[in-house]
């Protein structure tokens, strides 16, 4: 069973939308940590964020926000007034606190951010 | 401070080759990883180190591919024989247990490699 679901595979906006990334995750450990990556045109993945399974609440940083509800066992990511260097893919990744070293990429979703 | 740094870049090779990859992990890290991200598979989980020592190689897909991590600042992914399905994009990443179990892991550019 897939552990992280990244349900979108390419969204498009325009630049200064705001856009919604999902990420539904799935385990059975009470004690879980969820990541999100950005991979650019470049290539590299760049490290965002990081939350443990014990900590739900919501962070902000700059236009980034994430939307973390373990109802719904998701880790969301919202992207507030869009640009053009936002294009790019995001992957949210899962580890198990059994096994931390251990990360379950989603499969990605592609942004365009269109001027 | 410098990255994770991998070579090289970009690596072109016939089947049948062996393919050598390498990885330069941040110094002070204590944890190496290698990834292979296919369009098919996604980034998938290799094989990782501890210390140098190889923890978890369940992800190593066939006897054709081995990792070695003869020191804390140097590792390599070999692949011997190459095959054609091994094209892909391998990124190696580090990280540091610190006082954290769940640090994020910082990925180096990536090898494409192209199997012909």
């Known amino acids: 069973a897939q552990k992280v679901t990244q349900a979108q595979t390419e969204i498009s906006v325009v630049e200064k939308e705001d856009v919604t990334l999902d990420c539904v995750y799935e385990?059975?450990?009470?004690?879980?940590?969820l990541f999100w990556y950005k991979q650019p045109p470049s290539g590299e993945l760049v490290f965002l964020i990081r939350?443990?399974?014990?900590?739900?609440q919501n962070e902000i940083s700059g236009r980034y926000s994430w939307n973390f509800q373990k109802s719904t066992s998701s880790f969301n990511f919202t992207i507030t007034a869009s640009q053009v260097v936002d294009s790019a893919v995001y992957f949210c990744a899962l580890s198990e606190a059994w096994n931390f070293n251990k990360f379950y990429f989603g499969s990605g979703t592609k942004l365009n951010v269109k001027p | 401070d410098a990255g994770v740094i991998q070579s090289p870049r970009h690596e072109v090779t016939e089947m049948g080759q062996e393919v050598t990859l390498r990885c330069k992990p941040i110094?002070?890290?204590?944890?190496l990883f290698w990834y292979r991200q296919t369009m098919m598979r996604g980034l998938e989980l290799l094989i990782y180190f501890n210390n140098n020592v190889p923890i978890d190689d369940s992800g190593m897909p066939e006897d054709r591919f081995s990792a070695k991590m003869p020191n804390a600042s140097f590792s390599t992914l070999k692949i011997q024989p190459s095959e054609p399905r091994d094209s892909a994009v391998y990124f190696c990443a580090s990280s540091l247990a610190g006082t954290l179990a769940y640090n994020e892991q910082f990925f180096g550019p990536g090898t494409r490699l192209t199997v012909l």
């Open positions: 110094s002070g890290h204590d944890y």
């Open positions: 939350r443990n399974s014990f900590d739900e």
């Open positions: 385990t059975r450990d009470t004690t879980y940590y």
